[in-house]
């Protein structure tokens, strides 16, 4: 990455951030105070590592999965509704529990890709239905499988229609206003029942399997449980909750566990199934004072590495191995574990039946002799691996931003979550191998749009590579094939070399579009910026390409189900063409403002939204005066705009403004010369892709004509570089 391109992020985060340290510190005590604590979750957080684990040692006799995205906004919405019903099923206060097991798989996060892939997610939210033990021993899930015990549950999108389909799916009748009176009743009122007693706050009384549970949820930072059975009580059971989240008394609650806890039942199981390149493995007994004093500098470090919240995910599993019980006993010996707390580090499978000696020759597993602070083991994986982690490390780092909507130059760093949007996008496809026959056309299209008039130089430039090479990485006939699963993982591998915005794009680094809480704004956001920057320099005879590549993107590769089908309505209901970019871009600011209003609504009601940015008709009085023509503004439908104004501002927000800041190393002309902002702006393709873009137009499809097919066929014998070269203006 450039230096000089984080030199510049830097002073734009310093600049945005420090209007006036009054404004920061609001903003800091914003976020400690408040109080607002989520409510509790209740349904399981599933991934690669624990899926198998968790369905195949769950009691229950069938189970949920929700297939989500953490990016995807309507799946925000939906999650309130979704742990309505799982407060039936899941946690110690469960309704019914030991019936239905609620889980989610966030198909977001890269190590669960192959998984999402094995049952066919097309959109989110998705949720399945099945026996639990089928959900490990399906080979996966396809839209039009003959016979499968899994179904998709078609109808359940509020919690209310979830309960309905569950109750007809198995002649229940549950309801969301059942309360738990029985297990109130064990917990509470009976303090002197053996059961109860002796359940310490996080030991296993039923070993295994459920001892596999037990680490998975603590795995998930989810809810801690004690489960207590009695072999004479006619196996009833005692659920009690003692997690973080559980309150408590005195609030201060217990800090979270990251690390996985581990046993000889579960050892060789997690750490060969988990997708992480190492693995530590912490040796400890629970007498020892010293590995107590251990934890929180243990924990420190896994917070980084595992769960569902992990700053960087996928890379090192951080284990614990309790060798004080009884049945840890030999996996400790064999680790000739001589003292507590005492580390190994491999990779993951190395430890699977695999043993340590002092002595060793030669071992694939290593002790760490320099782990005794949090400071002092990352400096170790550090040195390890090469890399540079800090225990500062965020997931988002840039939380401190102000959030005011008023000020129009923070649009000027939104040209760098418009490239990572893009790139987002383009990532999702190919994940989700979206590239079919009948998607391929309104993809060119949508490449044909930003080739020409993306705001950023770097995703026009590639944008048309991609464009340029699409016939041969994406022959029409390929898709068409019998064998279509093979085709399109040859799609996805051969695209996959082409980064739709090149190598430098930012990924995770969320700028203008950087939610005060995880998860609420990112992609999204960054996909409208990206919409209203296009409708701003397209020409009017584009006008009606642009809105159809767009409605027919959207509808095909935004896989957020409940957006894309708004969406496409608000598209289904334009009767005549545009003929005008003005009318476009008024069209899509009003579309866009529709989609405010109805989610200002449903925000406030679940309580899902940013509180930081919250739902405006936009833009704001502050933002554009002009724009309003009355003093009355309840709702956009009562607001007397001045569209000829609003036009204006839109293509100076999304038009100049928006590039107004930006600057790369990569902008650099092959000849040394810099990018103009003129570059940047212009909203013809006159100038910013004077004969590349219209070649890349004519190469991507030979529906382009004769003309373009013989070019195409001339340029083919020419070496690559060569067709790069042609399109290096671009
Ligand atoms: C096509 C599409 C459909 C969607 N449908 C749904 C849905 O059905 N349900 C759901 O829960 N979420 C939906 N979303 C997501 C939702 O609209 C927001 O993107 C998301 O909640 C993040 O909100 P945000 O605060 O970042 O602002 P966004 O709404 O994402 O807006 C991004 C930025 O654009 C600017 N802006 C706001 N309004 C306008 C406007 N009218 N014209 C021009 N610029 C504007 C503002 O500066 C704002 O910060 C959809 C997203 C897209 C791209």
Redesign the pocket.
């Known amino acids: 990455m450039s230096l000089l391109y984080w030199i510049l992020i830097l002073n734009l985060s310093i600049l945005q951030a420090s209007p006036s340290p009054v404004a920061s510190r609001t903003l800091l005590s914003d976020n400690d105070g408040g109080g607002s604590s989520d409510p509790k979750v209740y349904a399981v957080e599933l991934n690669a590592t624990n899926f198998d684990g968790v369905l195949n040692n769950t009691s229950a006799t069938y189970a949920i999965v929700e297939f989500y995205a953490h990016w995807c ?2 799946c ?2 939906y999650k309130p509704h979704y742990e309505k019903v799982a407060r039936l099923f899941n946690g110690p206060e469960a309704v019914n529990p030991g019936i239905i097991l609620m889980t989610r798989i966030d198909c977001a996060l890269k190590i669960n890709t192959k998984l999402c892939d094995k049952f066919s997610v097309s959109h989110y939210p998705m949720l399945f239905w099945g026996p639990t033990k089928e959900f490990v021993s399906t080979t996966g899930w396809e839209p039009n499988q003959a016979k499968s015990e899994i179904c998709i549950i078609d109808n359940g999108r509020t919690a209310e229609r979830l309960v309905n389909w569950i109750n007809n799916q198995i002649g229940s009748s549950y309801s969301l206003d059942d309360e738990n009176i029985e297990n109130k009743q064990l917990i509470q009122a009976k303090p002197s029942d053996p059961e109860q007693i002796a359940v310490p706050d996080y030991v296993l009384v039923k070993p295994s399997p459920t001892s596999v549970d037990m680490s998975i949820i603590l795995e998930n930072k989810m809810i801690k449980w004690a489960r207590a059975t009695s072999s004479q009580a006619g196996s009833r059971t005692v659920l009690r909750e003692i997690g973080s989240d559980s309150g408590g008394g005195g609030g201060g609650g217990e800090p979270k566990d990251f690390a996985v806890e581990l046993n000889t039942t579960n050892f060789d199981g997690v750490l060969k199934d988990t997708p992480a390149t190492y693995a530590i493995v912490e040796f400890f007994a629970n007498w020892c004072p010293a590995c107590r004093n251990y934890k929180p500098h243990y924990e420190k470090v896994a917070r980084l590495f595992n769960g569902p919240d992990a700053v960087h995910p996928g890379n090192i599993l951080m284990t614990r191995v309790d060798c004080a019980l009884k049945i840890n006993n030999k996996l400790c010996d064999k680790f000739s574990v001589s003292h507590y707390p005492m580390l190994f580090w491999s990779q993951p499978v190395k430890f699977v039946n695999a043993g340590w000696e002092p002595n060793q020759a030669k071992s694939d597993i290593r002790v760490i002799d320099d782990g005794r602070t949090a400071e002092r083991l990352l400096n170790w994986i550090n040195k390890q691996i090469g890399s540079s982690y800090g225990l500062d490390d965020q997931k988002f780092e840039n939380e401190q931003l102000p959030s005011n ?1 008023s000020d129009p130059g ?2 000027a760093r ?1 040209v760098y979550d418009v490239e990572e949007a893009t790139a987002t996008a383009f990532d999702i496809i190919l994940e989700h191998k979206m590239i079919k026959s009948e998607t391929r056309a309104s993809l060119v299209k949508f490449l044909q749009l930003i080739v020409a008039h993306h705001p950023s130089r770097r995703c026009r430039k590639g944008s048309a590579e991609v464009l340029v090479n699409f016939d041969d990485l994406c022959p029409p006939d390929m898709l068409s094939s019998d064998t279509h699963e093979v085709a399109t993982s040859n799609v996805k591998g051969a695209l996959r070399n082409f980064q739709i915005c090149g190598k430098e794009v930012p990924r995770g680094y969320w700028m ?2 950087r ?1 005060s809480k995880n998860e ?3 992609f ?2 960054g ?3 990206l ?2 920057s296009l409708s701003v320099r397209i020409e009017d005879g584009e006008s009606q390409f642009a809105f159809t590549a767009i409605c027919d993107f ?1 509808h095909n590769f ?1 896989v ?1 189900e ?6 496409y309505k608000m598209c289904s209901s334009v009767t005549s063409p545009f003929n005008k970019a003005r009318d476009f871009a008024l069209w ?6 529709n ?2 209003e ?2 200002q609504k ?2 406030a009601s679940l309580q899902t ?2 509180p930081k ?7 704001p009085r502050q933002l554009c005066p002009s724009c309003y023509r009355s003093q009355k503004d309840k709702g956009s439908s009562q607001i007397d705009w001045n569209q000829d104004e609003v036009y204006k501002f ?1 293509i100076s ?2 038009g100049k403004t928006l590039v107004s800041l930006y600057k790369e190393k990569g902008l650099l002309a092959d000849d040394g010369t810099s990018a103009t902002l003129d570059d940047l702006v212009t909203s013809t393709n006159a100038v910013v892709v004077p004969v590349g873009a219209a070649l890349a137009i004519a190469l991507a499809s030979c529906a382009f004509g004769a003309l373009a097919c013989y070019w195409r066929s001339q340029q083919k014998n020419r070496k690559y570089y060569h067709q790069l070269h042609s399109l290096k203006n671009i």
């Open positions: 906004p309507a925000r919405n909507i923070q649009i939104a203008f579009c939610g609420t704004r990112g999204s956001c996909l409208w910026v919409m209203h959207i935004f957020c409940e957006c894309r089908q708004h969406f899509l600011w009003s579309t866009h403002n989609v405010n109805r989610l449903e925000e939204g940013d940015f919250p739902k405006i008709i936009w833009p839109l927000y999304y």
